[in-house]
Every structure is written in C-alpha cells, then in structure tokens.
C-alpha cells in the first residue's frame, strides 16, 4: 500500500471540528506532497537534532506542532539572512528529502483540542476534566495544594523544575490546563473569576502578565496561582498522542514520537 | 524646601537622550501632580507589596518600571471588569493616596539605558562594557565558559537558578545583554551574527525563539547560547540605581529601592 506525504496530510487535518484561520500557520514547509511516505516523526519541536533522529530513522516525513526557523511567523526567516544556524538547518532538511508538515492550527482544533488531550493522558487526569474550553481544559480534583500539585505533575511528565508564581500552600481544587503560550494575562486572568479556578497550569506566559497577577492574589489572601511548566513540556506530550494515533491509521509506515532533551538546562 | 510630584517627574524625564514614542506607557497614573511628595520608593513592579510597603513607609510617590494591572498595555484593564485582585490593588493605590509614576520608555532612551547600566553595575562587569546599541549592551570579557558566566550571574544577583540554552560549555567571550524582554528572536538572534556574539543574556523571550535558535546552534556545534535570568531580575537593579540617583538630586526626601521577593517559587 503506497500513502503520500498528501494522504497523511488529510488524515492529520481532517478531524480538527472547527475552521482554522485563513492565515493559518500549518502547512507543508518543505518537501513534495506525492512522495511516498517511508516513516514519520512526530515531534513538538522541528530542531536540528530531530531532523538528524528523522534521518537516521529512514523516516522522510517530519510532523512538528513549531515552525523549524525560531518564531511562530514563517516570515521571520526573511530576516535571517546568511544566519548560519538557519542555513544549516535548511540544508540538512533539503539534502535529507524531508517533508516538513507543521501542524499548530488543526491539532489545536481537534475536539477536544489534541495538545490539551496529550498532556491531560500523559498526566492521568482524564478522568478530572470536566469541561474543555476552546483555549483551556477545567480539571476539577480532590482538594490538594498547588505545591503537591506542583510535585505531582513533575513527577508525571519528568521534569526537573517548574514554576509558581503565587502561594504554594494554597488550597487547590479547580485547575485551567492551558497549554503553550496561552498562559498570558488576556487568557488566562479572566479564567480566576469566570471558572473559580485556583490554579493555572500553562506552558509559558509573559513573566510580567499571570505571574505578577498571582502574586498579587496571594499578597491579598487569595488562592490564585500559576504553575508554569515549559513551553515544549505541555505540548509534547500532544505530539506524542499523535504519534500512537497515525501508528494505528498507517499500521504499514514505522511512526515514532522524537526524543528530544529539555531546551533549558537549569544552573 | 517643597518638591511636588511634578518636580521628580521632570528629574525622570529630563535624562531621555531620545524622544520617547508618541504612545509611550509613561505617566502619572494615579495621584495629583501638585502633591508634595513625602517619600520615593522605586520598584521593576508596583506590586501589591510594594505598594503597602510604600504606604508603610509614609512614601507617598512609587516610581515603577511596568504598570500596576498585569499588562505593558493599560488598556488591558478594561478587561478586568470586578475582578477582585484588581479592585483590591486599585482602591489601595487610592486610600493610601499614592501616586504612581510609569517610568519605562523613558529610562530605556537614558545615555546609556538606565535600566541596562543598573544590571551591568550589580554584575560589575562596568569595565567589560564596551558598546551601548539601543536594544542592548556588548560585554567583552576574559574567555571563559558559558556555565561560569552563569555562576557569576547567579551570584551576583543573588539568583537561585538561572536557565541555559544551548551548550553551557561552550567557551564565552563576547556577551549581549538584553534586559526585560528584549531577549525575543527578532532582538537576539541577528546578534549573534552582527555582533559576534558566544552569549546572549536576557530577562525572558518567549521559549520557541531565541532558545531554540541556541539548542540548534549547539547542535551544529556552534557557541551560540542564551542564558535567561529573569525578567524582573534583569531590570530591578536599574531601578535601584534610579534610587540612588533620586537620593542624590533631592536629598530632603527619603528614597528607597523596593524590597520584593522573586515572583517565582523554583520547585
């Protein structure tokens, strides 16, 4: 059975339930729509060292949910010039036949939302979300504190940090999963109030916005707090459910989620 | 000797060697210009504490970097509706009859960046200054590795941790550093190219952007790093300098630097 690079494509769009922006950011970045598919990679992070994993791996067609080229807008690149980090990297994608497919706006449409998905399974609290928001997941848990929390989904995901802005004591019971950037004050402020939560998990969230909002909350007595994880760490675990989902649509291509390191080593 | 609010604003301004733009976020946003100013507390952020400490303190004038409600844009307090953190935060502000001057473009455009020369004063790394660009400031230094500089940074500031993109080994020599948020991919990454750069050292930038550029870099063996201390790490030493120097031009009022905590708690 032959599948395109254009067949996995359709599989990967089709089951986002709402219209994706006209300016949509997904698409096919490099590489030929009619090739033949001889293995993906799934990855949250199209980076040097994934494109090399995808190489090695004979796998030709690379599924990232970020641009390869260090900025959500593709015309940043116009900007790079001779960089040669940047030359590098496009160098390795042509040379290696890489299709590059990036997947932000469909992924973050399917319903529920297939990043939030990912890491709700990854942190087994399938069984607490209660509602899912366009831009957020309510999990609703026994009452615990933010720092168990805190405690528990490093412990989940294995990571070696994460940050609370807020108090870590603080009784927590209702909790807003935003994944990626969505951790900003315009997204995620208005959700203290309107879901009564009293916690925001996010990937990242400008350090002035959020953050400066919880500990503002906790000064005053209140229990909002904001448990910041990584950008990369709330979303991979999206990416990763993908890649057991094309395994069971296209049982004949080899698919591998890729193992990438953290992008921070904290000193 | 009477000095209002009004005098200390002109003192604020006056050293902006540019013209601040025409939208700047600068202003008196809350108390009366005419004020006799009883005391000065400056801070990266007017925060809840800050702002009860200022009240403490019998300081009737707060000279802040970023504004009160949680956002660059004041607009965004529109969106805040009753929200409870933002009314208990305003009606402080108002009953203790603080004014609350934003001192943010104008200290950017200061000869060289008031903020930037703060943070190279508290490195002590005045020496190794050798260039001043509007965006940023080139450190040249004695070689060393990127893990040192990370060391000296932490300790110098008084840091618990600080995050390393990229190869922390690397050899290190010719620095930019980008205080607040400058440290985004359209600010950083054509540095490293123009300005020859082995580090960049920055407040925050969004998490896919200049890190990624810097794990990438590592990866095609190159000494591109980026180390991120923090965005009110990196700007509230400008804004203890500003407290010296309101010090030293009116003696008569008693200034102070704010002491605030970390808005994170490293778990």
Redesign the interface.
Same mark, same amino acid.
Request: charged fraction near 30%; aromatic fraction near 14%; proline fraction near 8%.
């Given at each position: 059975m032959r599948t395109t690079v254009r067949d996995v494509i359709a599989a990967l769009t089709a089951p986002a339930g709402q219209p994706v922006p006209e300016q949509t950011v997904d698409g096919l970045l490099f590489g030929d729509p009619d090739a033949e598919v001889t293995g993906i990679v799934t990855a949250f &992070?199209p980076?040097? +060292?994934v494109l090399?994993e995808a190489r090695a791996a004979g796998a030709n067609l690379v599924i990232a949910h %970020?641009g390869p080229f #260090?900025?959500?807008h593709a015309a #940043?690149v116009q /900007?790079?010039e001779?960089?040669? !980090?940047w030359l590098?990297?496009r160098n390795l994608i042509l040379e290696a036949g890489l299709a590059l497919y990036r997947l932000h706006d469909h992924i973050h449409r399917y319903s529920p939302d297939g990043i939030a998905e990912g890491l709700i399974e990854a942190l087994d609290w399938t069984r607490f979300a209660v509602r899912h928001l366009p831009a957020a997941a309510i999990i609703v848990r026994e009452a615990t504190t933010v720092?168990a929390v805190? %405690?528990e989904v490093?412990a989940r995901l294995g990571l070696p #940090? !994460?940050? !609370?802005?807020g108090d870590?004591d603080a009784p927590c019971r209702r909790i807003g999963l935003l994944v990626g950037?969505r951790g900003g =004050? *315009?997204n995620a402020?208005?959700l #203290? =109030?309107g879901e009564r939560l009293d916690l925001v998990i996010c =990937?990242?969230s400008? %350090?002035?916005?959020?953050? %400066?909002?919880a @500990?503002?909350?906790a +000064?005053?007595g209140?229990a @909002?707090a904001v448990l &910041?994880i =990584?950008? *990369?760490e709330s979303e991979t675990p999206g990416m990763r459910l993908l890649a057991r989902r094309l395994a069971a649509e296209f049982p004949h291509i080899p698919v591998r989620a890729a193992d990438e390191e953290p !992008?921070? /080593?904290?000193?």
């Open positions: &992070m980076s040097q +060292r090399e %970020e #260090f900025s959500h #940043f /900007t790079l001779d960089d040669p !980090v590098a990297k720092r805190a %405690e490093k #940090f !994460v940050r !609370v802005a870590p950037n =004050g *315009a402020i208005p #203290f =109030g =990937g990242e400008p %350090e002035w916005e959020s953050p %400066e909002y @500990r503002d909350a +000064r005053q209140r @909002r &910041m =990584g950008h *990369a !992008v921070f /080593t904290w000193i």
